[in-house]
């Protein structure tokens, strides 16, 4: 174990110069979780530098990472709850106003409609938010709803359902060992711009670069990206193509004697059933589809399998498409055929020090299809349906229409597919209330807007994302600030919010035994003492769950059976982290299946291949549109930080010059992109990091709406590529929206 402090500094601050002191906290902002020294003096944040002692990041650091202090100052973020008035308008009001109008409004939709008119959507931002992240099961489970609405039907369903079907878990997703790997292919994937993603590792970029200096790197992506210009090889390839060049080189694999399943002999089923499976796909059958090179596609198989350790790493390009499913089981597959699966350099499981609610233990088969949704007949998969069902349930009437809304750091209105048409269904609600820290296109419909805490007003530490880290690190942040007197910590508004649901009034409501009672269980399911477990940490909150992950994990004291073992206090007093080392083979403990087989060919997956067969027959659309992100941006949410929305415009129509020169259009003019669900204008950005037949527009922009209050978002508002996204272009077998590969049609503007 590594960890501890540098000299004459610590996380609660030090003397620096003058007043100004340091405080030390890991970044929540994405899956690097980077560790900062904040400056601060007062109230008041000075300078975010990275902490180069941090045992984690060891003093990496992204553009976002520095704007924590201008997120907590921002003058347009809320820190009091809005409820709308008689006249329509959100005004400011007191805690206790908010929670009795939010009380009559959930009641009247309770006792007219009953509890199927009631729904929630949960963004993003959940995972990254110590309350949110670990309070978010006892809101569903309160609520008592039929079912919610994620971002994960357009992020990464299609991973989640083929880890469920594949090793038994829908959250057991392998991660590649970056820093020991010979060989890695990215798919889909551009940690440029967005670190890692279902990869928590600082750096990647470094890591990428170091991995090039002993072996190589290929990027399998339809764009140039940042991330492929550093690589040895960029394969361009047409949106929604990925699982044909994946089978070709399973097709290659077995066809030509490379197959090596080495310490997986024995562990895997259904391996002579992917070898039929991809008969059918040798790379001269896709190439053409795919607008990749057979001898290209051939070359990539070869190299994949001589090397000594290789990992596949496919992300949300292969997850938002036509074929996501496919797309992202394959790669598991090409690494287990060729022994890269659990094992060092290859696609690994995470040991984290604090397991994840997420990731506690299940005994039921994967859910699919037990129930469809009530305007389109959609398939649950996994307790959901596509995001893109939410407008329809709202508008359209009958029995079940939706009535009531909780939204939970989220703002669809931006990042749904067919987003237009929520914008629009939202005022028709008879209630709906958001968690937000911002008024924003989402929120600005809400009837009651609660704000959460700032993240320097509140600890972190990573719930979810060290279950695909690369090591077994922890890291715990205490508040830098404290919140005003009355605010209470999302871990209570959540509480609140799923009593509302289930229709347990506000007066009167036992916060602390509901949450012991909860607490109590997650005590039971890690195998601790309830009774022990709350003798040591009677405090309600979740820093009481922080500590029993830590004593119920792989090292950690188990309330004292294990004299020595680690606590959530011992991590308080190492602010730079610890360290337990790299991530371990862990097959025999990861797969839940009965038998304990890896199920290399799931018939629910297998069953698709004949979908993606007609593919290859299908004429290609003249031009289709993909997605992206920069560094700068985070979906929606970082849009009003001056600093990271400043310089050059960044929402732009990037076009291949020959594509420029069929539409009409050059360099800086302002063009309109057409799909069969809308229109939008954006200016044109010319250049060869596009390969013909695909145009690219960032995600998470759109920032004109009428009602929002966030200044800098308006004075940048972008486009909304989600205008142009078909409600029902998804993924057949998962449900996951298919924003990347839109038939679209470019004119002059």
């Known amino acids: 174990m590594t960890g501890g402090r540098r000299p004459g500094r610590g996380s609660e601050g030090g003397s620096l110069t003058g007043d100004r002191r340091v405080h030390v906290r890991t970044c929540p902002l994405c899956e690097a979780m980077c560790g900062l020294e904040v400056h601060f003096t007062g109230d008041e944040v000075k300078l975010i530098r990275p902490n180069r002692s941090d045992v984690w990041s060891k003093g990496y650091i992204c553009p976002k990472g520095t704007t924590l202090g201008h997120l907590h ?29 939010s009380e009559e409004l959930m009641a009247a939709v309770r006792d007219r409609h009953g509890i199927e008119a009631v ?8 995972a990254h938010n110590y309350s949110i992240s670990r309070y978010v099961g006892l809101f569903m489970g309160l609520a008592g709803l039929p079912m919610i609405y994620s971002a994960g039907t357009i992020d990464q369903w299609p991973k989640n359902l083929t880890c469920w079907l594949m090793y038994g878990h829908q959250w057991r997703i392998p991660a590649p060992d970056i820093e020991r790997t010979d060989f890695m292919v990215v798919q889909g994937a551009n940690p440029h711009a967005s670190q890692g993603s279902l990869l928590a590792h600082a750096d990647v970029m470094g890591a990428l670069d170091r991995v090039r200096g002993r072996g190589e790197v290929v990027v399998i992506d339809p764009r140039r990206t940042g991330t492929a210009a550093r690589a040895d090889q960029w394969l361009p390839i047409r949106p929604g193509t990925d699982a044909l060049l994946q089978l070709a080189v399973v097709n290659v694999l077995f066809a030509e004697g490379l197959v090596r399943l080495g310490h997986l002999a024995g562990r895997l089923k259904g391996v002579d059933e992917v070898r039929r499976a991809a008969a059918d796909f040798p790379p001269e059958r896709v190439a053409a589809a795919c607008g990749a090179d057979p001898e290209a596609i051939r070359s990539l198989a070869r190299r994949f399998a001589a090397a000594d350790r290789a990992v596949w790493y496919a992300r949300i390009g292969t997850c938002n498409q036509e074929f996501g499913t496919l797309a992202s089981w394959l790669p598991d597959v090409i690494c287990a055929l060729t022994g890269n699966l659990d094992r060092p350099g290859g696609l690994m499981w995470a040991k984290p020090v604090a397991w994840s609610i997420a990731l506690r233990p299940r005994d039921e088969p994967v859910q699919i299809g037990r129930w469809t949704s009530r305007v389109r007949g959609a398939p649950e998969v996994m307790g959901q349906v596509p995001l893109s069902c939410l407008a329809e349930e709202i508008d359209t009437p009958g029995s079940g229409q939706i009535k009531a809304l909780v939204v939970i750091c989220g703002n669809p209105v931006i990042s749904a597919p067919d987003s237009g048409r929520l914008d629009a269904a939202l005022p028709l609600l008879d209630c709906m209330i958001s968690l937000d820290n911002a008024l924003n296109e989402t929120s600005r419909h809400a009837d009651v807007v609660l704000p959460g805490l700032s993240a320097l007003e509140q600890p972190h530490y990573d719930e979810l994302l060290w279950s695909w880290a690369t090591r077994s690190a922890a890291k715990w942040s205490p508040p830098l600030f404290e919140p005003p007197d009355g605010r209470p910590e999302e871990w209570e508004i959540l509480l609140r919010l799923g009593a509302l649901c289930a229709g347990i009034g506000q007066d009167g409501l036992d916060v602390a035994g509901i949450d012991n009672g909860y607490f109590s269980a997650l005590a039971q399911m890690g195998g601790a003492d309830p009774a022990a477990a709350l003798a040591a940490s009677p405090e309600p909150g979740p820093e009481r769950i922080n500590d029993l992950a830590v004593r119920t994990g792989p090292w950690g004291d188990r309330y004292g059976e294990n004299p020595g073992g680690l606590t959530l206090e011992q991590i308080k007093q190492a602010p730079d982290g610890i360290d337990m080392g790299p991530m371990v083979p862990r097959i025999d403990e990861i797969v839940a299946h009965p038998d304990g087989m890896v199920d290399l060919a799931p018939g629910y997956i297998t069953a698709d291949l004949d979908r993606l067969a007609r593919l290859i027959d299908r004429p290609a659309e003249p031009l289709v549109l993909t997605s992206r992100r920069h560094l700068r941006s985070n979906n929606s949410w970082m849009h009003n930080v001056g600093v990271l929305v400043s310089g050059r415009e960044r929402c732009t129509l990037l076009i291949h010059p020959d594509d420029a020169a069929a539409a009409g259009v050059a360099d800086g003019d302002l063009a309109v992109v057409s799909s069969v669900n809308g229109r939008i204008e954006a200016p044109v950005e010319v250049s060869d990091e596009m390969m013909p037949g695909v145009v690219s527009l960032p995600h998470g922009w759109g920032h004109d709406k009428p009602g929002t ?19 029902d272009f998804v993924d057949a077998p998962s449900g996951n929206a298919a924003v990347n590969g839109i038939p679209v049609e470019v004119t002059p503007a």
Not at 74 to 79: M, Q, Y
């Open 73 to 101: 100052h921002d003058p347009d973020r809320l820190r009091a709850p809005l409820v709308r008035n008689s006249a329509g308008e959100l005004v400011p009001a007191s805690w206790d106003e908010a929670w009795a109008r």
């Open 119 to 126: 729904t929630a959507y949960i963004g993003n931002p959940a």
């Open 709 to 727: 209050r966030q200044s800098v978002a308006r004075e940048h508002p972008g486009v909304n590529n989600n205008l142009l996204a078909p409600p």
